[in-house]
């Protein structure tokens, strides 16, 4: 065992996050961040795989490596969906796994947390228990847009209006997740969005766009009712140019970070068993974003 690094000493349970680039993965902060709160001996670690074989690379390490779980991010999601033996609701609805679970018969789990995570952001933010369920706005339709509509299906959305450059990819995420639910799914390009944002009492932006490095969000937020509830995925800077500018307009608002924190607690409980669910609040944000 001392030649295989990830084997702590007998019973401490190790886990970590997989992708391909993987540098700036909050991860493992967030993890250690939990461990040591509660007195957990476990590990987590970050690994960068090779992109081509997703399913050998993660036996090695659930088998060879001892490890109880993963989560997986880019570009995996979708393989890794493909290599579970078991899925949840969501996780079969959205066709992407963010976490896995070794259970202790054997069986390889799959979970997708990243719906939970975004809902769960949502229901601890200030002003979201006074938005109304009627009209959503949903920038982007990527992988991150569906977690983010299956959510906001959940909670009972009305209409849900997908808004994406690329309409062919917009209307694949609406036939691939109206039969969930009754919320309405409709698709437009940003040509549509002065209008549809006029009734509207959600918008969020699930597109890279706002992030350090990216090209800023070009929108013009005057036609939003002020009580609309406005959030963005993108928590690098935490106030984005959205929400800046939201804020400043008087709408409630929440960053995307708390996303982030809120989608780590299933695995977190699964893989090391804690006395208490993991608190997703102010310490551990400042502890993530040091
Ligand atoms: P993720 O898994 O994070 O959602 P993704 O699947 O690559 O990432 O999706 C990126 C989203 O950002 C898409 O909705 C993409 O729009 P297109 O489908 O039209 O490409 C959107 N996006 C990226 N760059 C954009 C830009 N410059 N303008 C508008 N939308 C952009």
Same mark, same amino acid.
């Given at each position: 065992?001392?030649? $295989?690094?990830? /084997?702590?000493?007998?019973?401490?349970?190790?886990?970590?996050?997989?992708?391909?680039? $993987?540098?700036?993965?909050?991860?493992?902060?967030?993890?250690?961040?939990?461990?040591?709160?509660?007195? $957990?001996?476990?590990?987590?670690?970050?690994?960068?795989?090779?992109?081509?074989?997703?399913?050998?690379?993660?036996?090695?390490?659930?088998?060879?490596?001892?490890?109880?779980?993963?989560?997986?991010?880019?570009?995996?999601?979708?393989?890794?969906?493909?290599?579970?033996?078991?899925?949840?609701?969501?996780?079969?609805?959205?066709?992407?796994?963010?976490?896995?679970?070794?259970?202790?018969?054997?069986?390889?789990?799959?979970?997708?947390?990243?719906?939970?995570?975004?809902?769960?952001?949502?229901?601890?933010?200030?002003?979201?228990?006074?938005?109304?369920?009627?009209?959503?706005?949903? /920038?982007?339709?990527?992988?991150?847009?569906?977690?983010? $509509?299956?959510? /906001?299906?959940?909670?009972?959305?009305?209409?849900?209006?997908?808004?994406?450059?690329?309409?062919?990819?917009?209307?694949?995420?609406?036939?691939?997740?109206?039969?969930?639910?009754?919320?309405?799914?409709?698709?437009?390009?940003?040509?549509?969005?002065?209008?549809?944002?006029?009734?509207?009492?959600?918008?969020?932006?699930?597109?890279?766009?706002?992030?350090?490095?990216?090209?800023?969000?070009?929108?013009?937020?005057?036609?939003?009712?002020?009580?609309?509830?406005?959030?963005?995925?993108?928590?690098?800077?935490?106030?984005?140019?959205?929400?800046?500018?939201?804020?400043?307009?008087?709408?409630?608002?929440?960053?995307?970070?708390?996303?982030?924190?809120?989608?780590?607690?299933?695995?977190?409980?699964?893989?090391?068993?804690?006395?208490?669910?993991?608190?997703?609040?102010?310490?551990?944000?400042?502890?993530? /974003?040091?």
């Amino acid at each position: 065992p001392a030649t $295989i690094p990830s /084997l702590g000493p007998v019973g401490e349970p190790v886990a970590g996050v997989v992708g391909h680039p $993987i540098g700036q993965s909050l991860s493992p902060v967030l993890h250690g961040t939990w461990l040591k709160r509660y007195g $957990i001996k476990g590990r987590y670690e970050i690994r960068d795989l090779p992109p081509d074989n997703f399913a050998l690379a993660a036996t090695k390490l659930l088998d060879s490596e001892g490890w109880v779980g993963m989560n997986v991010t880019v570009p995996f999601k979708e393989a890794a969906h493909a290599y579970c033996d078991i899925l949840d609701s969501a996780a079969k609805r959205l066709g992407a796994v963010n976490t896995i679970v070794k259970r202790k018969d054997g069986g390889i789990e799959g979970r997708n947390t990243d719906l939970y995570g975004f809902r769960a952001n949502l229901e601890a933010a200030d002003g979201w228990a006074d938005t109304g369920r009627g009209v959503a706005v949903v /920038l982007g339709a990527g992988g991150a847009a569906r977690a983010v $509509i299956g959510a /906001l299906q959940d909670l009972g959305f009305a209409e849900i209006r997908i808004v994406n450059r690329n309409q062919d990819r917009a209307k694949s995420v609406a036939s691939d997740l109206q039969q969930f639910a009754a919320s309405k799914l409709s698709v437009g390009t940003y040509k549509k969005l002065p209008k549809w944002l006029a009734d509207a009492d959600f918008l969020v932006n699930t597109t890279s766009l706002g992030m350090t490095g990216q090209p800023e969000l070009d929108i013009d937020l005057s036609p939003l009712p002020k009580r609309a509830f406005v959030t963005d995925i993108v928590y690098k800077p935490l106030e984005t140019g959205l929400l800046a500018q939201a804020r400043a307009r008087g709408n409630a608002t929440v960053d995307g970070l708390g996303m982030l924190l809120h989608q780590a607690v299933p695995g977190f409980v699964a893989w090391f068993n804690p006395p208490e669910p993991p608190v997703v609040d102010d310490a551990l944000r400042r502890a993530v /974003l040091e």
